[in-house]
Structures are given as C-alpha cells and as structure tokens.
C-alpha cells in the first residue's frame, strides 16, 4: 500500500512540474539533448571519464548527499524522463531506482548481474553485521572490488556505444584507459598491502569487505553496512576488547560521515581518528580540491599501509 501511494505521488509530481513547465513555454526546460544520468558517485565518476564531454552526464545523487536518505525532487523526476538512459547498480542494490523507473520512460542500465557480489553468510561479516545488512543480503560497496569497477567499464561503455554509436570509438578509447588506469591501482594494492603487521582494522563504517578477502586483511566495524546504523552497548564493549587484545592505534572514518559513536569509541579509548573513504559519495569540498574515485582511493592504500602497519 505504502508503495503504491509513494508511486501514485512520484507520477503527480512529475504531472504537475511538467504542466508547469508547458504553461511557462518551456523556457525552464534545457533542450532535448545527449543526456545520461547515473545513480551513485562512483558510476558518475566511470561514466563521465568514458564520455568526456561528448555526452552530457549528470547525477541523482549530489555531492555531499546521504546515499540512502534520497528522494528526487519533481523537476530532476522530468530530467530523468528526459534522458536517454539511467545508469544504476541494479534493483537489488538500489532498490529504490525501481521505483522510479516504473514512474518514468528512462531507459536503464542495471549493472549488478554483471558484478560480483559478496551476499551475507559468505564471509565473516555475516557473523558481526547484528541485522544491519542491506536489502536482498547484499554488501553494496561494490565498486571496492576494483575488478568489478572494471568490468563495470565495459558494460557501461558497450551500452553507451550502443546508445549513440558515433561515438564508439571515442568510448572504447577512453574505457581503454580507465581500464589500465584501475589495473594500476589493484597493482599498487597488492604490491603495498602484501608485507603489513597487523591484520585487523577498525572502521566506522562496515564498507571494506571487498578489499578484504583481495588484499587479507579484516574490518572491525562500529556501525553496520549501512552509515546510519548505530551499535548496542554489547557491540561497544566487544570492540573495546578486541581494541586492547590487539592493540590498535587507529579508527578510520569516512569523511562525508559523521558519527558520535566513533568520536566518543576514540576518545575512551584513546585512538587516534584517521580518515578511510568508502567512496559511495564524494564531498563537495573534495571535488572542488580536484580529488575523484582514484585519487581518494590512492588515498585510501596510504590509510590502509597505516593502520596495517605495512612495510
């Protein structure tokens, strides 16, 4: 019932802004053009270096915005029935886009079935999430598997190239390069987290188990996989233990993200705070200081070599 009276006020929206606008002339409306729009950071990020500026990209989610808190407003409701595609992780990772898919004619690119997933139970985070898991069991920071980042290249520049194939080649060369550019980057990954000390990491937030398994090393989180989660007296004490018996100096944060449990859990026990991105967004003072996915992710390997006490 919910849904259907969220669908019912998303397409009234959508009616009302598109009146509005046909009433004014048109004259707030930008002209028909090559338009993609794509759903979280990191797809922006893939997709804009693919296009260049052939094509016109834009987000739903803007810098500095909550991921999972989002709710488009009527007139990005008309962009996105304007645009030629819609870009997003797929129904069960976003689950949210489904919705507004069916109130909008925007074709879609669901990349998840191309990916892979790490689903609760597989790892040991299935073990201390206490619920905090995402809908359908799935860890959604998939782009922290920087083969699923490149295999999300390829789908995205394929299809792009379907889309307006003039432009092909100018796709597939910029792909070419995003391809070896992410190859880089799990290189210097695997060469500097192969000699480290320690293990286990303390996090904020429960965002890494990509990297994990890749690179061995292990999360301890204070929220779960979502951000907004808050953990229980029991969980505090826990990590508080584990703190001790392995003496750990660190607890890494995402920037964009602000927790009170983290800020206290670092003052009790005398941590110091440290930044770690989980890159579902991107900070707008970030993006204007010219950071992007791969250079906070060169960022992170540095963070990472710290708390691991790598060699």
Avoid at 10 to 31: A, G, H, I, R, Y
Avoid at 278 to 297: R, V, W
Wanted: hydrophobic share 40%; charged share 25%; proline share 4%.
């Amino acid at each position: 019932m919910k849904k259907a009276v969220w669908l019912i006020m998303v397409v009234s929206f959508v009616f009302m802004t598109v009146l509005f606008f046909q009433k004014n002339d048109n004259k707030l409306l930008p002209e028909k053009q090559n338009t993609v729009i794509t759903t979280i950071y990191p797809l922006y990020f893939i997709t804009k270096e693919i296009v260049g500026e052939v094509v016109e990209v834009k987000r739903l989610i803007k810098p500095g915005s909550e991921i999972h808190s989002f709710s488009p407003t009527p007139v990005e409701m008309v962009s996105l029935d304007r645009a030629d595609l819609l870009i997003t992780l797929g129904k069960e990772l976003e689950p949210w886009t489904s919705k507004l898919a069916a109130a909008t004619s925007v074709k879609i690119l669901s990349l998840e079935e191309g990916l892979a997933l790490i689903r609760t139970g597989e790892d040991h985070h299935a073990e201390h999430k206490e619920g905090h898991h995402h809908q359908g069991g799935i860890d959604p920071h998939v782009w922290l598997d920087f083969d699923n980042d490149i295999k999300m290249i390829e789908m995205i520049s394929d299809r792009l190239g379907e889309l307006y194939p003039k432009h092909k080649s100018h796709f597939t060369k910029n792909a070419s390069v995003m391809y070896e550019r992410f190859k880089k980057l799990q290189q210097s990954y695997a060469e500097g987290l192969k000699q480290c000390a320690k293990q286990i990491l303390l996090v904020g937030h429960d965002a890494f188990a990509y990297l994990e398994k890749p690179y061995g090393f292990e999360t301890e989180s204070i929220m779960g996989v979502f951000a907004h989660s808050r953990p229980n007296a029991a969980k505090i004490a826990a990590l508080s233990e584990m703190i001790k018996a392995k003496e750990l100096l660190y607890l890494f944060t995402d920037p964009i993200e602000s927790s009170k449990s983290a800020s206290q859990l670092a003052a009790d026990m005398n941590l110091t705070l440290e930044p770690l991105y989980t890159l579902g967004n991107i900070s707008l003072g970030d993006e204007k200081k010219g950071e992007d996915m791969l250079t906070l992710l060169y960022f992170d390997l540095i963070q990472l070599r710290k708390g691991l006490e790598c060699r």
